[in-house]
């Protein structure tokens, strides 16, 4: 009798744990209907959204540039048209004259003039190493009124249109409300504005009603920082988000099965294979060496079956970027040529090599290292893999740059395709005083870099980059396996465009059109 | 008792200070976030400029100096990666893993009582034995998976619960259960030995002998008495569910100090790292000294030595 | 019950107590103790033999599965089921070395913090509890952060969070037993101290350890996987259950196996050893239960 009692009460605890849970669907049922903001899951919040403070604008810039707009504007096809401002190149590519657009407000109702512009530039110069190093060629900046200025610069720079690198904030706004307040409400003069920021769970954006360009569709937004892939998908599938960023390419053809739509756009980084062949010591100096390695590994199964077709698989550049080459054709799989290779440059039996990879939490460059390590193992190349974070990773990169005692081979994402512009990549990349470098060719390559950063004229240009690229092809500084490809899933009755030629994969809400 | 109220706090204080050695020193040595935010082919001369803006060109010695002297007026630093006071940014997520660690508490006390006194008063039936085998699953599973098992069952398939974020009840409930489970096995266990000891007591034999009926003397007089041994383990439980927090606020993308002080030791962000896990061990540390206190007051068995 | 009169008659007596086999947990940690020590002779694959064209092949009962790859296969094509065969090599390696340095560090060091007090008893103690006042996890990502990710890191962070309980267990013991008749008789003899500690008080203190260590083996196993899932981890091209479980976790809606079948692999073995835990602790030593 007593037992059954002690039962009952069991049940009872039972009954009231189930209450709370069925209120609490309740809560989140009628949560939905009161307000419908459009949820996007990203992967990342961003440290700052003023553009000119930011010091991660992978994760900063999707967001930020809905509320912030840039000098040069850049239309969803990947062309840099006027916006808030438009633009004459002057002497050759040293001066740049910018027509401010009339009648353009901040959120704060501040007008925009070429003061903004000034101060603008002055605080990315002060507070953004990297916009530094963009400009590294200019010079000053001149107000000539309220609505022109003109960058002067000391050689030609063909990157200072394409990069966009300047966001503009407002000047009058700062001096009015001081620094704590102009970082925590940022105002911008883009198409939306802040509306709030939880830090570790969420901003809301909404539209600003005296936008100066076309009113978007959308009227609120809210980003969500969802880190876990996993979760990312969860919460598009059960309705919670109504776009994610960033799906993991093995999930995509499971989000469309389920009945999801997925937009695909181009973008940086690739991902490839990288020499340090500064070291006369390792087998990799050679050039045969590294075109073994080139043929021992399967690229084309990488893509299909591993990342299941998804990243774009082209050798260097895409058709459609200026210096493509049609003729350059990715080095095919063939095992029996690489060991015969390897034989000729004097290691018939293989050899030892570290494989490096930035470890960490982000899809893709693991599991490219794997697959490489084992195609490579095959042939005879025993790889060391050695995964390590990005801090320390760093900090070894700088250590090794210019030592020629650097025994370095690693999977690592080498600029080169789907940047603003390809003079970027190969200038940042493979330029033997530039940044990241593991590639040194002092002689053939460095002049026809050199020439390409101050030639204005596309064509021009376009024939140096070929001849840079064909000579990296052939002396196999880099074996690109893909290139990035970032996917959007969102709900069937939303549409989405993205941005194409912007170095990160925006989220631009105003190029969003709910059905 | 005074004598030992006032050693056991100043024991509390030297380990707050040892604590704040060792995460200082592992910060400083887990890399340079210079090197990280700085450009890559920034110049030696640009590194060190930003080394001194942040203030660590400076021996560490003196870098502690600086921190501990701040830090007593309540100025941990600004977050490197936020640029904001570190402690705001702390004080922002802090409710966020209170809520999400009280109520996982409360969970898994009130499951673990439950199962463990239904386990020492029917020994041996079906009820005894798949209770135990729910607490111990709890402990042989991984967080995240558990986390990500239950998103997939009672959010994707079943419809019933949302997937991520901190919005009231129902958000609540799967992470502060998958957190929970973990703990579940101990306070059973604990429970159940206690309660056995009690049931056994004189005292219980007096409650029946009363007439009262059985569940009364299990759930009221029984219970009372075996819960002192749970409380005293709820230092080393909180510990436990604050080290759970870090891998499901990840999960669950839950706004806590868990998720945060992991992405601050990925981006190498020393002040947020350092206020982060600091106020997480001031915390533990003057919840131990209040329950040991406490029993002091309670329990006269414990003598102070 | 049964126990109970064991425990009352014959407290201290390892092998008496062990003609008592536990079977259940024992057998559920037998795959993994087999696999981890006999693993090479049991593939029926190459683990790293990879074959990207037979990505993701299901288990052999389910459609579209291949009988020569009886769990699946996994995103590069390898045999699941020697992965896991050689992951708990990784796993064993990890759980034995990271518990059994921990146990050695922190024994040694409880035993003097005891034997010894004053003094070194109170700044030893004083580390401890600083020590367990971080939670485990956070002080683990912090040392990864420091010493780089690795094998050899994880035993290493485990050896430095796991030692401090049995520091603070011992020490209580090495209190109480060097109260007892025979040490005082050995001090008396005037027995070198190092001799007391290691033939009068570390016999005393073996049950003990054993319920530590066992405890511990299964909490090493799960630290191994959340440390994987944080980004910190072993990295390829080891292989432990751990990072098979947390890089398949992305594969949970469409290739459920390799998640499933890591996790169970995981979920048996970390069972068995806690079954065996609770096992040994009510019979060698039950006023552990706090643990």
């Not at chain 2, 340079?32 to 001369?45: E, F, K, T």
């Amino acid at each position: 009798m007593d037992k059954t009692r002690s039962t009952r009460f069991f049940y009872l605890i039972c009954i009231i744990f189930l209450g709370v849970a069925l209120f609490g669907v309740r809560n989140a049922l009628a949560q939905e209907g009161s307000s419908n903001p459009l949820i996007i899951a990203v992967k990342a919040e961003p440290d700052t959204l003023v553009p000119t403070d930011t010091k991660y604008a992978v994760t900063s810039n999707p967001i930020s540039n809905n509320i912030f707009e840039r000098l040069v504007d850049l239309s969803t096809e990947g062309k840099f048209v006027p916006g808030i401002a438009s633009w004459e190149i002057m002497a050759g590519g040293k001066e740049f004259l910018f027509t401010i657009r009339k009648g353009v407000k901040f959120h704060s109702g501040d007008p925009l003039t070429t003061k903004d512009v000034e101060f603008s530039h002055n605080r990315s110069w002060e507070k953004s190493p990297t916009y530094k190093r963009y400009l590294r060629g200019f010079d000053r900046i001149e107000i000539i009124d309220d609505y022109h200025c003109k960058f002067f610069f000391k050689a030609p720079d063909v990157l200072f249109i394409p990069t966009r690198y300047l966001q503009i904030v407002s000047k009058n706004y700062f001096d009015r409300v001081g620094e704590e307040e102009f970082l925590n409400k940022p105002v911008g003069t883009g198409p939306y504005k802040l509306a709030a920021w939880k830090q570790g769970d969420y901003i809301d954006i909404e539209r600003n009603e005296e936008y100066w360009g076309k009113k978007p569709q959308v009227q609120k937004a809210r980003f969500v920082f969802t880190k876990e892939d996993t979760t990312r998908i969860a919460s598009l599938k059960t309705g919670e988000a109504g776009m994610i960023m960033d799906t993991p390419y093995p999930l995509v053809k499971d989000v469309e099965n389920a009945g999801f739509k997925t937009v695909r756009l181009y973008t940086h980084p690739p991902c490839s294979v990288q020499f340090h062949n500064n070291n006369p010591n390792v087998p990799w100096y050679h050039q045969k060496v590294r075109l073994a390695i080139a043929y021992a590994i399967d690229k084309d199964a990488i893509v299909n079956d591993l990342f299941q077709g998804i990243p774009a698989g082209y050798p260097r550049l895409a058709p459609w970027e200026l210096g493509y080459d049609p003729e350059l054709k990715q080095y095919p799989y063939d095992p029996e040529k690489a060991k015969a290779l390897l034989k000729e440059a004097g290691y018939p039996r293989g050899f030892e090599m570290p494989l490096y990879y930035f470890a960490g939490r982000s899809y893709g460059q693991k599991e490219t290292t794997e697959a490489v390590a084992l195609f490579l193992n095959a042939v005879g190349i025993r790889c060391k893999i050695q995964g390590i974070e990005a801090a320390q990773m760093l900090a070894k990169v700088r250590a090794w740059h210019n030592d020629p005692k650097t025994e370095y081979v690693g999977v690592a994402s080498v600029p080169m395709a789907f940047l603003p512009d390809p003079v970027e990549a190969i200038s940042t990349a493979y330029l033997s005083t530039g940044w990241g470098t593991m590639y040194f060719n002092k002689e053939h390559l460095d002049p026809i870099i050199e020439e390409a950063m101050v030639t204005m004229d596309d064509t021009k240009r376009g024939e140096l980059i070929k001849k840079a690229i064909k000579i990296l092809h052939e002396d196999v500084a880099s074996i690109q396996i893909w290139a990035n490809t970032s996917v959007y899933a969102m709900k069937q009755n939303i549409d989405f465009t993205p941005t194409l030629k912007n170095r990160e994969a925006l989220m631009l809400v105003k190029d969003v059109i709910i059905k | 008792m005074r004598r030992y109220a006032l050693r056991r706090t100043l024991l509390g204080i030297i380990t707050v200070v040892i604590v704040s050695m060792i995460i200082f020193i592992a910060t400083r040595l887990s890399g340079d976030v210079a090197i990280l935010i700085a450009p890559p082919d920034a110049s030696d001369a640009e590194i060190q400029e930003i080394r001194v803006q942040l203030g660590l060109n400076k021996p560490i010695p003196y870098q502690y100096y600086v921190f501990v002297r701040n830090a007593l007026k309540g100025d941990f630093g600004r977050s490197i990666r936020y640029n904001r006071p570190a402690i705001d940014v702390l004080l922002d997520r802090f409710f966020g893993t209170v809520e999400l660690v009280g109520t996982a508490f409360i969970v898994s006390i009130v499951t673990g009582v439950l199962l463990g006194t239904l386990s020492a008063t029917r020994r041996g039936t079906w009820l005894d034995q798949s209770g135990k085998l729910f607490a111990l699953l709890g402990q042989s599973m991984p967080g995240f998976w558990v986390g990500i098992m239950l998103i997939l069952v009672f959010s994707v398939n079943l419809g019933l619960l949302p997937t991520s974020g901190r919005d009231g009840i129902s958000h609540l409930l799967l992470p502060s259960f998958s957190m929970a489970w973990y703990s579940i096995a101990s306070i059973m266990r604990v429970t159940r030995s206690s309660m056995m000891d009690v049931m056994d007591s004189e005292y219980i034999k007096m409650a029946r002998s009363k007439g009262n009926p059985e569940y009364i003397v299990i759930w009221k007089h029984g219970l009372k008495n075996a819960l002192i041994p749970v409380i005293a383990l709820a230092g080393v439980q909180l510990a436990n569910l604050l080290g759970g927090a870090v891998i499901i606020e990840n999960v669950f993308n839950w706004p806590g100090l868990g998720s945060m002080i992991v992405d601050a030791i990925y981006a190498r962000d020393y002040p947020l790292v350092q206020a982060g896990v600091f106020f997480i061990s001031i915390f533990l540390i003057a919840l131990n000294l209040i329950v040991d206190l406490l029993f002091g007051f309670i329990d006269p068995r414990i003598t102070y030595e | 019950m049964n126990n109970m009169k064991i425990i009352t008659r014959n407290p201290h007596h390892l092998f008496s107590v062990l003609k008592h086999v536990p079977v259940i947990p024992l057998l559920l940690l037998l795959p993994m103790i087999v696999c981890g020590i006999f693993g090479p002779y049991l593939y029926l694959h190459d683990p790293t033999a990879m074959k990207l064209s037979m990505a993701l092949k299901p288990p052999a009962w389910v459609s579209g599965g291949d009988w020569s790859y009886l769990l699946g296969t996994d995103n590069m094509g390898r045999d699941l089921l020697s992965r896991l065969i050689e992951g708990a090599r990784a796993s064993l390696i990890v759980a034995f070395f990271g518990v059994g340095f921990a146990g050695i560090v922190g024994v040694s060091i409880g035993m003097i913090a005891g034997y010894f007090e004053g003094k070194i008893d109170n700044i030893i103690m004083r580390f401890v509890d600083a020590q367990m006042s971080i939670p485990a996890i956070l002080l683990i990502i912090l040392l990864a952060a420091v010493l780089g990710g690795g094998l050899a890191t994880i035993i290493l962070s485990i050896t430095l969070v796991f030692w401090t309980q049995y520091a603070r267990v011992i020490r209580g013991e090495t209190l109480s037993i060097k109260q007892r008749d025979f040490v005082v008789l050995a001090k008396v003899t005037d027995c070198g101290t190092f001799r007391i500690l290691r033939k009068h008080i570390f016999p005393n203190t073996t049950n003990t350890i054993m319920v530590l260590a066992t405890l511990q083996l299964g909490r090493a196993i799960i630290i191994e996987a959340s440390i994987t899932f944080l980004g910190m981890g072993i990295q390829p091209p080891a292989t432990a259950w751990g990072l098979i479980i947390s890089d398949g976790r992305i594969y949970m809606s469409t290739a459920w196996w390799i998640p499933t079948f890591a996790g169970m692999a995981i979920m048996i073995t970390v069972l068995g050893a806690n079954l065996l835990g609770d096992w040994l602790r009510d019979r060698l030593d039950p006023k552990l239960r706090q643990l």
